[in-house]
């Protein structure tokens, strides 16, 4: 039994080595101190029982700690691994990492889209599922972008590639899941910091005992029970089991401190454009003044040429519509957040921007009050001496505005509120028409963080989209994007992302960092008990070495078990089967 013991335990006490040479007093240092004592004081049962089950348990720990990760290995295992490359018409079959920027691809029914790109020719249904968590496919047709590793399910696309590698949409999703993962949350450090001194006060009080009692089995089985195992890994597994579970909705938390402190939100700050709507917007009403309609419009599609502001792409795309030539580019175009841009064109300086920043005349005032109270925004093009046309713009509100904002009071936020650059017309309008509680009209990008600062303490969360959004993110306790192409920088700055534009998941984002919290504390709570029974009967000659370990390996499998059903937590918070509250 001796040998077999010590065969068993050849791990255990190899880990306890190395522990010891960087100075950390762990858990399998206080288990091989127990073994060798139950060996010196002849109790070879004991020590054998401890060595079998300690591993025992490691090796079920181990294999539940892969399984709570194993939401990031299925998005690993969807990369496709080749593509169908066009060569003037000849399709060729090549491997994945060969595909490059600029390619053509062809892609049929039934098949995986290899890479991210832009359709060139064709109408299909692509099951987005994996990507943005949208369960019905969706249509797409030329200049639609596509996502690699979504599945084709009828038609047939020839695409242009924009993304390969990693620098695919999904190549990102995995490292973010992959660095949020590796995250700790502030408990995660809370925690850390406890077992570091909890360990060595447990091996004095050990110590203590034994002289005290003249007792070396009592020592040795307090050494034994009192190990944290399952105190120490509470928190990490609800964290990675959630983390993972969210990556398969579209939802990607950036950490266990993004779920924490989502958790906490009482408070909603939104931006208008690109979140509460559409972010789409089109030109609806334009005049001039002074130059030819086209000449205006030609030029502010090219001023506009740089900038990804929604607001920007509309005119640009009423330009196109309109036939006009807009290829030229304009010179020192310098952008300004929150305001518009500058730029030279034909040796003539403009400007180009919101009515807040751009000076008008009394004829351009009374049709901006004319547009305005159509519901429009406005966006003037103006020289250096006068303005030389108006934009009315309208946008579209998400079909899923005004239910997500009903269904955040359900889950017991208190206030929500619009922050936008808009005028006062637009984002009443709105506002109304959503339902939300509160707005602030026509502010910069600072102006929306300072008015997120004057609510601190209110557990606030901002969401966003856009480069104008950066500042805002960063000032809010918690903060969530809405992801998609030419949203990085938010996506970048934001805690939490929703990979797709569907609004809806950010009530489920919240009921997703709730239950992980609540998940966290029952094993936390549970572990401290376990705990605080077992040492209680040590301490009254109740409890056995061996029954010690055995109850406390189980103990760390029923913390293990417990944060795997966040695994199975399903959309609209319900378990997958049988559709029972979780």
Same mark, same amino acid.
């Given at each position: 039994?001796?040998?077999?013991?010590?065969?068993?335990?050849?791990?255990?006490?190899?880990?306890?080595?190395?522990?010891?040479?960087?100075?950390?007093?762990?858990?399998?240092?206080? !288990?091989? /101190?127990?073994?060798?004592?139950?060996?010196?004081?002849?109790?070879?049962?004991?020590?054998?029982?401890?060595?079998?089950?300690?591993?025992?348990?490691?090796?079920?720990?181990?294999?539940?700690?892969?399984?709570?990760?194993?939401?990031?290995?299925?998005?690993?295992?969807?990369?496709?691994?080749?593509?169908?490359?066009?060569?003037?018409?000849?399709?060729?079959?090549?491997?994945?990492?060969?595909?490059?920027?600029?390619?053509?691809?062809?892609?049929?029914?039934?098949?995986?889209?290899?890479?991210?790109?832009?359709?060139?020719?064709?109408?299909?249904?692509?099951?987005?599922?994996?990507?943005?968590?949208?369960?019905?496919?969706?249509?797409?047709?030329?200049?639609?972008?596509?996502?690699? +590793?979504?599945?084709?399910?009828?038609?047939?696309?020839?695409?242009?590639?924009?993304?390969?590698?990693?620098?695919?949409?999904?190549?990102?999703?995995?490292?973010?899941?992959?660095?949020?993962?590796?995250?700790?949350?502030? @408990?995660?450090?809370?925690?850390? @910091?406890?077992?570091?001194?909890?360990?060595?006060?447990? !091996?004095?009080?050990?110590?203590?005992?034994?002289?005290?009692?003249?007792?070396?089995?009592?020592?040795?089985?307090?050494?034994?029970?009192?190990?944290?195992?399952?105190?120490?890994?509470?928190?990490?597994?609800?964290?990675?089991?959630?983390?993972?579970?969210?990556?398969?909705?579209?939802?990607?938390?950036?950490?266990?401190? +993004?779920?924490?402190?989502? +958790?906490?939100?009482?408070?909603?700050?939104?931006?208008?454009?690109?979140?509460?709507?559409?972010?789409?917007?089109?030109?609806?009403?334009?005049?001039?003044?002074?130059?030819?309609?086209?000449?205006?419009?030609?030029?502010?599609?090219?001023?506009?040429?740089?900038?990804?502001?929604?607001?920007?792409?509309?005119?640009?795309?009423?330009?196109?519509?309109?036939?006009?030539?807009?290829?030229?580019?304009?010179?020192?175009?310098?952008?300004? /957040?929150?305001?518009?841009?500058?730029?030279?064109?034909?040796?003539?300086?403009?400007?180009?921007?919101?009515?807040?920043?751009?000076?008008?005349?009394?004829?351009?005032?009374?049709?901006?009050?004319?547009?305005?109270?159509?519901?429009?925004?406005?966006?003037?093009?103006?020289?250096?001496?006068?303005?030389?046309?108006?934009?009315?713009?309208?946008?579209?509100?998400?079909?899923?505005?005004?239910?997500?904002?009903?269904?955040?009071? @359900?889950?017991?936020?208190?206030?929500?509120?619009?922050?936008?650059?808009?005028?006062?017309?637009?984002?009443?309008?709105?506002?109304?028409?959503?339902?939300?509680?509160?707005?602030?009209?026509?502010?910069?990008?600072?102006?929306?963080?300072?008015?997120?600062?004057?609510?601190?303490?209110?557990?606030?969360?901002?969401?966003?989209?856009?480069?104008?959004?950066?500042?805002?993110?960063?000032?809010?306790?918690?903060?969530?994007?809405?992801?998609?192409?030419?949203?990085?920088?938010?996506?970048?700055?934001?805690?939490? !992302?929703?990979?797709?534009?569907?609004? +809806?998941?950010?009530?489920?984002?919240?009921?997703?960092?709730?239950?992980?919290?609540?998940?966290?504390?029952?094993?936390?709570?549970?572990?401290?008990?376990?705990?605080?029974?077992?040492?209680?009967?040590?301490?009254?000659?109740?409890?056995?070495?061996?029954?010690?370990?055995?109850?406390?390996?189980?103990?760390?499998?029923?913390?293990?078990?417990?944060?795997?059903?966040?695994?199975?937590?399903?959309?609209?918070?319900?378990?997958?089967?049988?559709?029972?509250?979780?």
């Amino acid at each position: 039994m001796s040998l077999l013991t010590l065969l068993a335990g050849v791990h255990i006490f190899k880990k306890a080595l190395i522990d010891i040479k960087y100075r950390i007093v762990g858990i399998d240092l206080l !288990v091989s /101190i127990a073994v060798i004592a139950a060996f010196i004081i002849g109790d070879y049962f004991e020590a054998a029982a401890v060595t079998y089950l300690f591993t025992i348990g490691h090796i079920l720990e181990k294999n539940s700690l892969e399984k709570t990760r194993s939401a990031l290995k299925t998005l690993m295992d969807l990369k496709p691994t080749t593509g169908r490359r066009l060569n003037e018409n000849v399709e060729e079959i090549i491997p994945f990492n060969q595909i490059k920027p600029g390619d053509v691809l062809l892609v049929k029914p039934g098949e995986k889209i290899p890479v991210d790109g832009i359709i060139l020719e064709g109408e299909v249904y692509i099951d987005e599922q994996m990507m943005t968590g949208e369960s019905m496919p969706v249509f797409k047709q030329v200049n639609e972008i596509v996502y690699g +590793s979504t599945l084709l399910q009828s038609g047939y696309i020839k695409m242009k590639t924009t993304h390969v590698g990693e620098e695919t949409t999904l190549s990102r999703i995995i490292h973010m899941v992959e660095e949020a993962q590796d995250k700790k949350a502030k @408990t995660e450090k809370f925690m850390d @910091t406890f077992s570091k001194y909890y360990t060595p006060v447990i !091996v004095l009080f050990a110590i203590i005992m034994s002289v005290v009692t003249k007792d070396i089995r009592l020592a040795v089985t307090i050494l034994v029970i009192a190990c944290p195992g399952a105190l120490v890994i509470a928190t990490p597994v609800s964290f990675v089991a959630g983390i993972g579970n969210a990556a398969k909705k579209g939802i990607l938390f950036k950490g266990g401190d +993004s779920i924490e402190r989502l +958790s906490k939100t009482s408070m909603v700050f939104f931006d208008k454009t690109g979140t509460l709507t559409e972010g789409r917007p089109v030109v609806t009403r334009f005049k001039s003044y002074g130059l030819d309609e086209d000449e205006v419009l030609r030029i502010a599609a090219i001023g506009e040429s740089y900038s990804e502001h929604p607001l920007s792409k509309a005119i640009i795309d009423y330009a196109v519509k309109h036939g006009l030539d807009i290829n030229d580019k304009p010179t020192d175009p310098n952008m300004i /957040i929150g305001k518009g841009i500058t730029f030279r064109y034909n040796n003539s300086k403009y400007s180009i921007g919101n009515d807040t920043w751009i000076k008008a005349n009394d004829i351009v005032q009374k049709d901006i009050h004319t547009f305005m109270d159509l519901g429009l925004s406005t966006i003037l093009l103006a020289d250096e001496y006068s303005v030389l046309g108006i934009f009315g713009i309208e946008d579209q509100i998400r079909h899923h505005s005004k239910s997500m904002i009903l269904e955040l009071r @359900t889950l017991g936020i208190k206030k929500t509120m619009m922050l936008t650059g808009d005028n006062e017309r637009v984002a009443k309008a709105v506002s109304e028409s959503i339902n939300i509680d509160d707005y602030r009209a026509s502010i910069f990008p600072e102006e929306k963080a300072e008015i997120i600062k004057q609510h601190a303490g209110e557990h606030t969360l901002f969401v966003g989209d856009g480069i104008n959004d950066a500042i805002a993110l960063t000032y809010a306790d918690a903060s969530v994007a809405i992801g998609g192409f030419g949203k990085d920088l938010a996506m970048e700055t934001a805690d939490v !992302v929703l990979m797709s534009e569907d609004i +809806s998941k950010l009530p489920e984002a919240i009921r997703i960092s709730r239950k992980v919290k609540s998940n966290m504390v029952q094993n936390i709570t549970f572990a401290l008990l376990v705990v605080l029974v077992l040492m209680t009967g040590v301490l009254f000659k109740k409890v056995s070495m061996s029954i010690g370990m055995l109850v406390h390996e189980l103990s760390v499998l029923l913390v293990l078990l417990n944060a795997m059903r966040l695994l199975k937590y399903n959309l609209g918070g319900q378990h997958g089967k049988g559709h029972k509250r979780y």
